[in-house]
């Protein structure tokens, strides 16, 4: 028994401790990425089984058990803890002038499953096929008339709509938005040009169709995680640039709003101004998990690995290709005339995109627009997807957004 208590209070005390871990080589962030991710979204686990584990100790007099117990308690409470104020934070948006819709409506506990319409063809992709998405229509009560546009991550090359986002999409519908989760076309049989214009096409699509499921023209809200973060951040703050129009279709990009988790926001300050010798480029064991991660398969189903992803989409290195990259940071775009956006990232992140986000976001209040930036600390990139039902930092961040949107309407 005592060994098992022991077990337990150590696992737990183990698994709160890896979120306090920051090694300083980048390689060490990179092997600690999915750790800290599991590590952060069992916060309600590991505090728990430290408890169980300090009560039992005490009751039968084993005090290591019942002192590692706490410390795993003590972990995860400082864990928690240090979750930003939500509330507090979307509290500082300036009072909108005009009617609203009624006060904001809670998500239920147990939010219906709505009826998802899957792989609706909603125009031409760019590589000449059907660009294809799932509609989450508002389930149950009335419509909020909120449209969003929700593009996915993994670095512009994998994964696909509808990874890791029903529980999400699922709270969203039941507060009575509706939700256009787009498979936009992956390098390379896209540049990253398309993938914006391909958004935006999913934009006209909602403007012109969202009515029929309840929600308006002029409250089309983008949103996205990681690269699909980049994404809709271009959309919404360039809708102008002639070089993310979608062909063959024209209107209005424009949005009512804008939300990014952990977005690539300076691709020149990510890559290394100099695309060699930088402090914050990734080091050699970092970069290897990223070329497996990022991998793709050619046309004879071969693995196909980068030694540098940005460089050979881009086409070159920040100093080859200046423009280029000028052209794909959305923090080139932010200012005045942007959307309200809210910016939700983690402090850890392993792509160390938290210092340029915080740049942006300051450009942003400057310029007057109304922008919320909140950082979790401890947290890792994707802490959204991860165990959202149970993570403390995924519910704090799904809260946002909700408060965001009944902000909006």
């Known amino acids: 028994m005592k060994r098992c208590l022991r077990f337990l209070a150590t696992s737990a ?11 300083r080589a980048r390689g060490g962030e990179a092997l600690l990425w999915l750790p ?28 290591v058990s019942a002192g590692i117990g706490a410390l795993a308690v003590g972990l995860a409470a400082k864990l928690a803890g240090d979750i930003p104020d939500v509330d507090r934070a979307l509290a500082a948006l300036p009072e909108r002038a005009g009617p609203s819709d009624g006060p904001e409506r809670k998500g239920a506990a147990a939010p219906p499953r709505p009826r998802v319409w899957r792989d609706l063809a909603i125009g031409r992709s760019a590589a000449g096929g059907e660009l294809r998405a799932d509609l989450w229509p508002p389930a149950g009560g009335a419509p909020s008339g909120i449209g969003i546009v929700y593009a996915h991550g993994s670095a512009w090359r994998v994964g696909d709509k509808d990874k890791g986002t029903r529980t999400f999409f699922r709270r969203l519908s039941a507060q ?8 936009y076309t992956l390098w390379p049989r896209a540049t990253l040009p398309q993938m914006v214009a391909e958004v935006n096409r999913a934009i006209l699509w909602l ?29 919404a703050y360039a809708p102008d640039q002639p070089a993310f129009r979608p062909e063959g279709v024209s209107g209005d990009t424009s949005v009512r ?8 926001v300076d691709l020149a300050a990510m890559q290394g101004e100099s695309g060699g010798d930088s402090s914050r480029q990734l080091d050699r064991v970092s970069r290897a998990v990223a070329e497996q991660l990022f991998a793709i398969r050619d046309e004879a189903g071969r693995r196909r690995v980068s030694a540098d992803i940005l460089a050979e989409m881009l086409g070159g290195s920040p100093a080859e290709v200046p423009d280029t990259y000028r052209l794909l940071s959305p923090s080139a775009y932010a ?24 740049r942006m976001h300051e450009s942003l209040c400057a310029a007057g627009v109304p922008a919320v930036l909140l950082e979790f600390p401890h947290t890792e990139h994707a802490f959204d997807i991860i165990l959202p039902a149970i993570s403390p930092v ?11 949107l009944a ?3």
């Open 13 to 23: 005390a183990l698994l709160g401790a890896v979120s306090f871990v920051r090694p």
């Open 36 to 63: 800290k991710l599991l590590a952060g979204a069992l916060v309600p686990v590991s505090g728990l089984s430290g408890a169980l584990a300090a009560l039992a100790g005490a009751a039968r007099r084993d005090w």
């Open 176 to 183: 009575g938005h509706l939700v256009l989760d787009v498979a």
């Open 207 to 235: 403007k012109e169709h969202g009515y029929e499921y309840g929600a308006r023209a002029d409250r089309v809200v983008l949103m996205g995680g990681s690269a699909g973060g980049h994404l809709v951040l271009l959309a």
């Open 257 to 264: 709003g804008v939300v990014a988790f952990y977005p690539p």
């Open 335 to 358: 200012g005045a005339g942007s959307p309200p956006t809210l910016l939700l990232q983690g402090t850890d992140d392993v792509f160390g995109m938290a210092p340029d986000v915080r």
């Open 394 to 404: 995924s519910r704090a961040s799904t809260r946002a957004v909700e408060r965001f």
């Open 407 to 409: 902000w909006l309407r």
